[in-house]
């Protein structure tokens, strides 16, 4: 079992940047596909990103394309999420879970963390 814990969250400007980390604890934690997802005020949960579990592999929703970046080190168990030129739309609770996987045209994961707050000012 992996339990992913989100870090970096907070208050910037449109236009800046911040970097999420998610340390997973577990020894198993290379082997597990890593995502991202948010949730905005008053909306549904929805993905932004995630990577394969060697990192060869990366997946973004249109809305952040160009802009985040994920990456991961194994030797840390650590995932990240870049993001640069934030938009006040960017503002949401963001969630790391370990196990991401696609389903169909969905994604969803299998151990969630308690998310951390970014917000984006106009």
């Known amino acids: 079992q992996v339990q992913p814990v989100e870090s970096g969250g907070g208050l910037v400007q449109a236009g800046g940047s911040l970097r999420l980390s998610c340390a997973a604890s577990?020894?198993?934690?290379?082997?597990?596909?890593m995502g991202w997802f948010r949730q905005p005020p008053g909306k549904e949960r929805e993905f932004v990103s995630a990577?394969?579990?060697?990192?060869?592999?990366?997946y973004y929703a249109d809305s952040v394309k160009g802009r985040f970046t994920i990456s991961r080190d194994g030797a840390k168990n650590t995932v990240y999420l870049q993001m640069n030129s934030l938009k006040p739309e960017d503002t949401a609770v963001y969630y790391c879970?370990?196990?991401?996987?696609?389903?169909?045209?969905?994604?969803?994961?299998?151990?969630w963390g308690q998310g951390t707050q970014v917000t984006v000012s106009s």
């Open positions: 879970a370990a196990g991401t996987r696609r389903h169909g045209s969905t994604w969803d994961g299998d151990y």
């Open positions: 990577i394969n579990w060697n990192g060869d592999l990366t």
């Open positions: 577990g020894r198993t934690f290379t082997t597990y596909g």
